[in-house]
Each structure stands twice: as C-alpha cells, then as structure tokens.
C-alpha cells in the first residue's frame, strides 16, 4: 500500500495550494481518507477528512479556506487550502482508513511539507 502526497511547498501569505495523495493497492472507494498536519513541536491534527460517500469535516481552525475532494477513479484525494496563514506551516499528511467492512485498516502517507511565509 502506498499513499503519495504531493504539491507542497512555499507559499506567501494569503496564497493557494491543491495538495494531492494519490493512493496505490488499496479499494479506495472504501476509504475515508483524510489530511492531517503536524507542525513542529505540535501534536499532529486533522485537517479535514471525506468519507467514502463524500461526507466532509473540517477542523474549525480551516473552515471556509480549505476544500477536500476526492477522485474514486484516480484513487486521489485533494486538499485545496485557500487564504493561507503562516500558521499553516506543517507537513501534511494523508490518511486512508477502512470502512465496514475494512474498519481497522489504517495507512499513513510520508507528507508533504508546506510552508507559508508572511
């Protein structure tokens, strides 16, 4: 199983970014793949997650910024993250974790540094 994020990087303040994981040798469509971050010296946090039929969270600290999408026919999920704050800054990670009946499954990807100047 591999999870490969990809499309961080450095950004300005109040810039875009479409961070993207694409996933290998799982059934995506019975994910529920999500987007945490860990900024050092923090403890890592969800960011956002979407289900397997397209339910979305959000942590409040992203809300009305951040868009998480997901591509059951490219086995990829999204985080579009408009309006970024330095506070951003942290590798972002992707996660798939299984459904019914796969619930228990749980793969992490390496992430995907993003850093956000002021």
């Known amino acids: 199983v591999q999870l490969v994020e990809s499309g961080g990087g450095l950004v300005q303040a109040g810039g875009s970014l479409r961070l993207s994981c694409a996933a290998n040798?799982?059934?995506?469509?019975?994910?529920?793949m999500g987007w945490y971050r860990q900024a050092p010296g923090n403890q890592r946090e969800l960011v956002a997650s979407?289900?397997?039929?397209?339910?979305?969270n959000y942590a409040e600290s992203v809300k009305g910024r951040v868009t998480i999408s997901r591509d059951n026919a490219k086995s990829t999920v999204y985080l579009q993250i408009n309006s970024l704050k330095p506070e951003d800054t942290a590798v972002y990670s992707c996660n798939a974790a299984g459904s019914p009946p796969l619930r228990g499954l749980n793969y992490w990807g390496k992430g995907t540094q993003v850093t956000v100047s002021s």
């Open positions: 040798g799982i059934t995506f469509s019975m994910y529920t």
């Open positions: 979407i289900t397997s039929g397209g339910s979305t």
